[in-house]
């Protein structure tokens, strides 16, 4: 297979942007520089917040300044694309639409992740934007797979986490991250998605368990072989 240039839309947030930067050279078969894929982050900042867009619409809409960066990264010599936030998959047809190569989708591909485990009842651990919108409830479905989303309470500690902490360049600990993962395994989660790539910085801070479905490296995997390279075994 023709080996491909990847773009990633990076900004959203920059930590996570860094973390899928660093996985996909962790997850790629390669023993010189030169083995590795070559990539281009566009870490832009600029990228409105797309919970607060998707909950109110009089917010700024972050659907443009993504579609600007998908083609900056195209003319940069991006022959695929990717980007490393749950929530902005809500925009994925319109940014697909917008942009002149393809898009990968994170959420589509986590959700046969979870098939492919035989997971049969999936907690999904996201922002209010990405859970509202269903979009990991459906994918979950389309591949037979049941659903179980936080309870309003769970969704404003989670939510606590990833502004307050995650995007504040804060970190948390094991024993303010247990309650969340006691609730889900409670619910009978068998296996729990990692659906914001804050919470895959989370994961990687604290070693979570192979309980947990990381959508980040899911990403991170799907781009390099998409990009028509190898996975570490």
């Known amino acids: 297979m023709e080996k491909k240039v990847l773009g990633i839309i990076g900004g959203v947030g920059p930590l996570a942007t860094m973390l899928l930067g660093e996985t996909i050279v962790r997850r790629t078969k390669a023993f010189s520089d030169q083995e590795h894929i070559h990539f281009i982050i566009d870490n832009d900042t600029r990228i409105p917040d797309r919970t607060a867009y998707i909950l109110d619409h009089s917010n700024p809409n972050p659907l443009p300044v993504m579609v600007e960066d998908?083609?900056?990264?195209?003319?940069?010599?991006?022959?695929?694309?990717?980007?490393?936030?749950?929530?902005?998959?809500?925009?994925?047809?319109?940014?697909?639409?917008?942009?002149?190569?393809?898009?990968?989708?994170?959420?589509?591909?986590?959700?046969?992740?979870?098939?492919?485990?035989?997971?049969?009842?999936?907690?999904?651990?996201?922002?209010?934007?990405?859970?509202?919108?269903?979009?990991?409830?459906?994918?979950?479905?389309?591949?037979?797979?049941?659903?179980?989303?936080?309870?309003?309470?769970?969704?404003?500690?989670?939510?606590?986490?990833?502004?307050?902490?995650?995007?504040?360049?804060?970190?948390?600990?094991?024993?303010?991250?247990?309650?969340?993962?006691?609730?889900?395994k409670n619910a009978g989660c068998d296996h729990i998605i990692l659906g914001c790539t804050e919470l895959s910085v989370v994961n990687r801070e604290l070693a979570l368990d192979d309980t947990y479905i990381d959508a980040l490296i899911v990403l991170a995997e799907c781009a390099i072989t998409n990009c028509g390279y190898e996975l570490l075994d």
């Open 70 to 184: 998908a083609n900056k990264l195209a003319n940069a010599g991006a022959d695929i694309i990717c980007i490393p936030c749950n929530t902005a998959h809500k925009f994925y047809d319109d940014l697909q639409a917008g942009s002149p190569v393809p898009v990968l989708h994170m959420i589509r591909e986590t959700a046969k992740k979870a098939h492919l485990l035989n997971a049969k009842r999936v907690g999904v651990l996201g922002t209010i934007g990405t859970l509202t919108s269903n979009m990991y409830q459906d994918a979950l479905i389309d591949e037979g797979i049941e659903p179980v989303v936080p309870d309003e309470a769970m969704q404003h500690d989670l939510m606590t986490v990833i502004y307050d902490y995650v995007k504040a360049g804060k970190k948390i600990s094991k024993e303010q991250w247990q309650p969340i993962e006691t609730a889900m």
